[in-house]
């Protein structure tokens, strides 16, 4: 809500700048999105009067016009709008000055006619289209006839006023109006205001024999209208205008526009209905009913149900109740009678409402905050006079009242004690009570107990801590101390799962991988790759896109889209890993289970290339290197083993493995598919995925220290040809069982499968490293060890000893 | 001639060989020449048979002492030409010591991270508990225990993602706050917990809004627990994140899990609190919201509001990394442009 500075400065003395002003009614009350003055930035844009106008003799639109700015000598200046006439006031921007959007304007030439200047539409000093006057919209504005030549036109536009543009809390719905802010800043300022209310005239006959209104009390707890005849349509007077469009309404005609500014002022939304197009003499508050249908003001169709809320006539809808008139009802320049609407309806219902037909406006915005159920009269009576004054109206005898349902006032107690423990204030009772009553609550004291009267105007306050919100804020959240919460002391520790979690991440990262955060929502193809176990997706109800649609079910597809957007941009190597949430949901459920895991994704070299180090792509061993070496870290108590896995079909069959504690599979790492690769428009990729939260529930082997034996090791190498298939796992555990006492370790240090070595054979080569902690090896004793092994591995596993 | 006198001699001559050596070879030689079994002063050592008794000490005596002088003189030449022969080679090995290091491998944490990292420190030192829960809530935690009943219209705030008509992606991380309340026995203490974590809005992503965001939640309750307070931990926080000099201040607001309600503004980065651009000429700049727990949330979760009440805050990770660093487009963080994700290295 835009409010003026000038409109309130009518009301308190204020001594402050509208910037100070502003930020006061952001420190204190609700925020404010901006302060702005029309006028600023202008420069040189005076009113001019048209002493003549004449057609542009190589135009068939442009005219040469003789405009008196308040100088010795006329401007000549050529304009193309086509309401240009003699005798016009209207907006001159000189030579030298400067209009909206820091345009200048200089003397120059139209198809050869020297022009000085320039004649303005409202929007070329910057009004927005949305409130310049119909008439004005396709060409210049007109300004009133009194206005004088030479002056500067920003006053007679109101573009001098600072506009504070208030962006009020769901809460405050009393801050939607002048008065509310009045009221508002009269407490901030500890000064009194008066709210001016009009005494109504009324000329004309009963209401009663002209208008019954019936309405639903759980619909609508206020409804009322009162009727104005012989009122004449016209455009309002300046100042009006000038409230509305620095508040951004359009003026239309002198009834609308009042019902706009009444609102402004109040809060209280108004309708004005052409009385004379209603069918009888009864309206009716109700619900809809199905297949009604209703045109609105704007002209948008709707198709009405039994949960909206209608103004009807004898014969069909008239009006969305709170949301929108009816066409048929509204008013026109031949209106004479008009019946005014003020009315507070079901909250609720508004905001559904707006929701179900799109329609948000001003009055449904404020009903669904709530409007002040005991202010519906003075709305309608302040509008009904104003029709009097400014278009003539007789304003019927009476108000037709249909329902008139009025809530108890929140009455709250609250103890200063309380009020000082919870701010952690010192504040005096004085203090608390005056804070009080300058917002207009009564306050009754006994002791340091207060007991609070809330008007019921202020619809959020209905407990002691809103009473404590409001003492805290007049009272200057500056003011408050700064401390620390004391009390009984408590440890700040992370789980043991959260440690593992950060120990995670640093492992990684000193294995050379970045951390990536990728959207866990995607698309239904995405979530559903890369499965470690089956389960059903998870869906959004209404996503806004199908790339962000389903839950995902793995953390790789996240990294290959993020590969993706490297590649696409050039960068070749990338290295990831991501820790997050997969969410698996089992038939049944509406709610997934969430496990967490953690996956990398590397592509090109992870090892920079260098002046003096090639680079060296990434393969299956860098990949299994990296997550052996993160799962040493995670010191898991158990055996980790690796098995070909042929059957993933987003994985290399060739080139993938599951990772395998105690026989238990807790991942896969290989190479992508060269097929999902091209379908994710990346180059060869190694990923691995874990189950992060079955490493999180394992058992873990605690350090230890083990003590360095002072006595010499023996190595002994061996090479030998095997079969193709016999894996490194098979010979490293045949070694290792059979390895006696001393063998220490068994290292690989050579694969050949080259041309050197028969078809269907592979060479391998170990060092055997022998070591007793006692005393020193004899050579006999390891040699004897080593030919037992060398023996097994010829009997088992078919070996040639080399 | 004397013995004494050849000895003379010899170790004039010796000591001249030496000095003439210019390599370790010619060093090896003299000294075989010198001081071997064959040698001179051996030979001479030899011929003292024939002194007398008396004499014989004194020039055996003279004959070490010009051995040991000798061989001292060797010692030190061959030190010299060796040190000659090191510094030749140590020469000869110069390199370009501006050439750049070997690569090494080495990945970064997620800039986000780091911002969560470090208020889980800051929040784990004053006694806090780090606690997270899941992403896909009910509709009970995520709103209406938060005081927020179906169609209150502040949920129109937060665009829900929903999958069932009770089942979301959280909006925020407090739905936490009500899992823990729901279950914390205060017998044994005052209820302090942050959680982090990730959520959701249906927001269509551009440079300052995403779908999927971060959140850090901060819960505090006790039996006297002060608005002052939630001043002082928003103060430390704004200190620890961005340091000594920004200041924070309060607004009003609106939550509906809170009463009263506060935004937290701290001083503009880019101005120092001058007034710039950035902070549209007011000097501070929102990053938080907070305030007192309301009796409601309370209440729903089983907690007496009339024994027990305390502050909540929220921050965003998203927007503290955004405004620390200038970071102009939010959609950074979730693309994991490389060129992004290594720009922040700094550790400690
Ligand atoms: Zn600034």
Redesign the interface.
């Known amino acids: 809500m835009k409010i003026s500075y000038n409109w309130i400065k009518e009301y308190l003395d204020l001594d402050v700048k509208p910037a100070d002003l502003a930020e006061k009614i952001e420190r204190t009350s609700v925020e404010v999105d901006d302060v702005v003055t029309p006028s600023a930035g202008l420069k040189k844009i005076v009113v001019g009067h048209v002493l003549s106008v004449e057609a542009h003799p190589d135009s068939d639109h442009l005219h040469i016009c003789q405009v008196d700015v308040g100088e010795d000598d006329p401007l000549q200046i050529v304009c193309g709008a086509p309401n240009i006439a003699k005798g016009q006031m209207v907006i001159v921007a000189l030579p030298g000055s400067r209009i909206a959007d820091n345009v200048k304007i200089k003397k120059s030439k139209m198809r050869g006619v020297p022009s000085a200047g320039m004649i303005c539409a409202l929007q070329e000093i910057g009004f927005s289209d949305d409130v310049v006057p119909k008439e004005y919209v396709d060409g210049i504005y007109v300004l009133p006839a009194d206005a004088t030549p030479g002056d500067d036109v920003y006053d007679y536009l109101g573009m001098n006023d600072s506009l504070i543009d208030l962006d009020v809390t769901p809460n405050r719905g009393d801050m939607l109006s002048l008065n509310g802010t009045l009221r508002d800043l009269a407490a901030i300022y500890d000064k009194p205001v008066t709210l001016d209310q009009p005494e109504v005239k009324e000329t004309g006959d009963a209401i009663a024999d002209q208008l019954m209104i019936h309405a639903d009390a759980d619909l609508a707890p206020q409804y009322r209208m009162r009727l104005v005849k012989q009122v004449k349509i016209a455009p309002s007077p300046m100042w009006l205008q000038i409230r509305l469009w620095n508040a951004g309404y359009r003026p239309i005609n002198n009834v609308v526009d009042i019902t706009n500014y009444i609102m402004l002022k109040y809060g209280q939304p108004l309708h004005a209905f052409d009385y004379d197009k209603f069918a009888g003499q009864d309206v009716y508050v109700r619900n809809a009913k199905a297949g009604e249908k209703l045109t609105t003001l704007d002209e948008g169709e709707h198709d009405l149900d039994d949960h909206d809320i209608v103004i009807a006539d004898d014969q069909a809808p008239i009006a969305l109740a709170g949301v929108m008139g009816g066409l048929t009802t509204s008013i026109t320049d031949e209106t004479t009678t008009v019946a005014i609407e003020a009315a507070v309806f079901e909250h609720d219902h508004i905001r559904k409402a707006a929701q179900r037909h799109n329609l948000h406006t001003d009055a449904s915005q404020r009903f669904e905050r709530g409007v002040n159920r005991a202010g519906v009269q003075d709305a309608l009576d302040a509008a009904a006079e104003m029709m009097t004054d400014l278009a003539d109206g007789a304003v019927q005898t009476g108000t037709a009242v249909g329902s008139d349902n009025v809530p108890e006032p929140a009455v709250i107690p609250l103890s200063l004690t309380h009020v000082n423990a919870v701010l952690g204030t010192d504040l005096e009772l004085a203090k608390v009570v005056h804070i009080l009553e300058s917002l207009g609550f009564k306050v009754v004291t006994a002791g340091e107990d207060m007991t609070v009267t809330v008007p019921i105007r202020r619809n959020d306050i209905h407990i002691p801590a809103d009473l404590l919100e409001e003492i805290a804020r007049i009272y200057g959240y500056d003011e408050l101390p700064t401390t620390l919460p004391t009390g009984r002391m408590t440890m700040g520790t992370l789980t043991s799962a959260q440690k593992l979690m950060r120990a995670t991440r640093h492992s990684l990262e000193g294995l050379g991988l970045n951390q990536a955060i990728s959207y866990a929502l995607t698309t239904a193809d995405k979530a559903k790759m890369f499965m470690m176990h089956s389960s059903e997706e998870t869906n959004l109800a209404w996503p806004m896109s199908v790339d962000h649609a389903v839950l995902r079910m793995n953390v790789v597809t996240g990294l290959l889209d993020d590969i993706a957007y490297n590649t696409a941009r050039k960068v070749k190597d990338v290295a990831l890993y991501e820790q997050g949430r997969v969410f698996y949901r089992e038939d049944g459920n509406d709610r997934p289970s969430e496990e967490e895991h953690i996956a990398g994704a590397i592509t090109g070299t992870l090892m920079p290339a260098g002046w003096n180090q090639p680079a060296k792509d990434v393969d299956f061993y860098q990949i299994k290197g990296i997550v052996e070496a993160y799962l040493k870290d995670m010191a898991i108590n158990g055996d980790v083993t690796y098995e070909a896995n042929t059957d993933m079909p987003e994985m290399h069959p060739g080139r993938t493995a599951d990772i395998l504690v105690h026989g238990h599979r807790i991942g896969f790492m290989g190479q992508v598919h060269p097929t999902t690769a091209k379908k994710f428009k990346i180059g060869a990729t190694y990923v691995f995925e874990l189950n992060l939260q079955a490493i999180i529930d394992m058992p873990k082997q605690e350090n230890q220290y083990d003590v360095i034996s002072r006595y010499p090791a023996i190595t002994r190498d061996i090479a030998m040809l095997v079969p193709d298939e016999v894996t490194n796992d098979q010979i490293v555990a045949l070694i290792e069982k059979r390895g006696g006492a001393f063998l220490q370790s068994v290292k690989l240090f050579d694969v050949y499968d080259g041309v050197k070595v028969p078809k269907g054979k592979k060479s391998l080569a170990y060092t055997l490293t022998y070591q007793d902690k006692h005393e020193t090896l004899v050579d006999d004793a390891v040699t004897q060890a080593f030919e037992k092994v060398e023996k097994r591995l010829q009997d088992d596993l078919g070996a040639e000893i080399r | 001639m004397s013995l004494k006198d050849k000895l003379d001699e010899l170790h004039q001559r010796g000591l001249a060989e030496i000095k003439k050596s210019t390599d370790l070879k010619d060093v090896n030689q003299v000294r075989v020449s010198l001081l071997g079994k064959k040698g001179p002063i051996t030979e001479v050592l030899r011929g003292m048979r024939d002194l007398d008794a008396e004499e014989r000490p004194k020039v055996g005596a003279f004959a070490n002492e010009i051995r040991d002088d000798l061989t001292a003189a060797l010692a030190k030449r061959r030190e010299e030409l060796e040190n000659a022969i090191l510094n030749a080679r140590l020469a000869n090995e110069k390199i370009d010591v501006t050439?750049?290091g070997?690569?090494?491998?080495?990945?970064?944490?997620?800039v986000?991270?780091q911002i969560i990292?470090q208020i889980?420190d800051l929040?784990?030192?004053?006694?806090?508990?780090?606690l997270s829960g899941?992403?896909?809530e009910?509709d009970k935690y995520n709103f209406e225990m938060m005081n927020l009943p179906k169609?209150h219209?502040?949920r129109?705030?937060q665009d829900t993602?929903?999958?069932?008509k009770?089942?979301l992606?959280r909006t925020q991380t407090s739905p936490m706050q009500a899992r823990t309340l729901e279950k914390h026995d205060f017998s044994q203490?005052?209820l302090?917990m942050i959680s982090p974590g990730?959520v959701?809005r249906?927001?269509?992503d551009d440079p300052t809004h995403s779908?999927?965001f971060h959140q850090v939640e901060g819960l505090?309750i006790?039996?006297?627990?002060?608005?002052?307070?939630l001043?002082?931990?928003l103060?430390?926080l704004a200190h620890e994140l961005f340091g000594d000099k920004f200041d924070v201040?309060?607004?009003?607001?609106?939550f509906p899990f809170t009463?009263?309600?506060?935004?937290a503004d701290i001083t503009c980065f880019n101005c120092g609190g001058k007034g710039c651009n950035v902070c549209?000429n007011?000097g501070w700049i929102e990053v938080l919201g907070a305030g007192?727990v309301?009796?409601n949330v309370l209440k729903m979760a089983g907690v007496d509001p009339d024994v027990y009440?305390g502050f909540a805050f929220g921050v965003g990770p998203d927007r503290f990394a955004m405004l620390k660093y200038g970071v102009d487009d939010i959609r950074n963080?979730?693309?994991?442009?490389?060129?992004f994700?290594?720009q922040f290295t700094k550790k400690g």
């Open positions: 050439l750049p070997t690569p090494v491998a080495k990945g970064e944490p997620h986000i991270q990292d889980e929040f784990l030192g004053m006694g806090y508990q780090v899941p992403e896909v009910e169609n219209p502040a129109d705030m993602f929903y999958i069932t009770e089942i992606m203490g005052p302090k990730v959701y249906r927001d269509t779908h999927q505090v006790d039996k006297h627990i002060t608005m002052a307070d001043k002082g931990t103060q430390v201040r309060l607004r009003p607001s609106y009463e009263p309600s506060v935004e549209k007011t007192m309301h009796p009440g963080f979730y693309l994991n442009d490389v060129r994700l290594t």
